[in-house]
């Protein structure tokens, strides 16, 4: 995800060693390719040590996890510490992000984008904590993330995305951001142990720059 991030056990440089605890703690300083994004109620950066007891809280939560493929169920604090780890290693997609909220900086939930082996396509994931769902935050953090791929990769031609043909309100997400209906299939689910249903779909980027106002998918 981010070539330039310490892997665990390399040294760091006498600057970086007198660095405050609070800024060592932040990587999207070098996420040079994953920008924090910001947005009229939102902040998205990278996810840091401070998010760990808010993550272990909304993620440890059926009606979350049952809605996503590689969530566990129960999570635990430990999930959570070693989700931060390997988001900072790059070891989950290429850009992970954190979601808070700009008046508070409360967590809220996460997403992220993952690239496909074609070079040309990604696709993007999130969930939200139960407390914030109905408040059209989903929406807006996924307006943002789809805006920062297509302005700042060139490379990329599409973007997908998958929910579960049962997620009502993550299928509407999807459609406000002008995603199209692509077809069905299997994924697997991870809380559940099985593979679930899942609806797919698709936005290019032609179609992006026709609604990148948004003001026509809301």
């Known amino acids: 995800m981010q070539g330039e991030l310490l892997r665990e056990g390399q040294s760091r ?10 800024d ?6 070098l996420r040079t390719d994953c920008p924090v994004l910001l947005s009229e109620r ?20 059926a009606k ?7 969530m566990p169920h ?18 989950i997609g290429k850009c992970v992000y954190a979601i808070t909220k700009a008046e508070n900086g409360a967590f809220v ?15 993007i994931g999130y969930w939200l904590g139960e407390p ?25 031609d599409q973007i997908d995305a998958r929910c579960r043909v049962m997620n009502v309100a993550s299928r509407r997400v999807i459609q406000k951001c002008g995603f199209q ?23 290019d980027r032609k179609t992006w720059m026709s609604l990148r106002s948004w003001g026509s998918v809301l």
């Not at 440089?13 to 609070?22: I, L, V, Y």
């Not at 635990?76 to 070693?82: G, H, I, K």
């Not at 914030?132 to 990329?156: I, K, P, S």
């Not at 209906?181 to 936005?203: C, D, I, K, M, T």
């Open 109 to 123: 939930g996460c997403c992220g984008v993952e690239p496909h082996l074609d070079g040309r396509t990604v696709e």
């Open 24 to 29: 060592r703690l932040r990587p999207e300083r």
């Open 64 to 70: 979350v996890a049952t809605m996503v493929s590689r």
């Open 181 to 203: 209906f692509q077809g069905s299939g299997l994924a697997a689910s991870l809380a559940l142990g099985s593979n679930v249903p899942v609806e797919w779909y698709r936005l």
């Open 132 to 156: 914030y769902w109905n408040q059209g935050f989903m929406t807006e953090a996924c307006h943002a993330l789809v805006d920062m791929v297509f302005r700042t990769r060139q490379d990329v």
């Open 42 to 61: 939102l902040v998205m950066r990278a996810p840091h040590e401070e998010d760990i007891d808010a993550l272990a809280h909304l993620a440890n939560n």
């Open 74 to 91: 129960p999570y635990t604090a430990n999930d959570a510490a070693d989700f931060v780890r390997r988001t900072k290693n790059g070891e």
């Open 13 to 22: 440089s006498p600057r970086e060693d007198q660095r405050s605890p609070k």
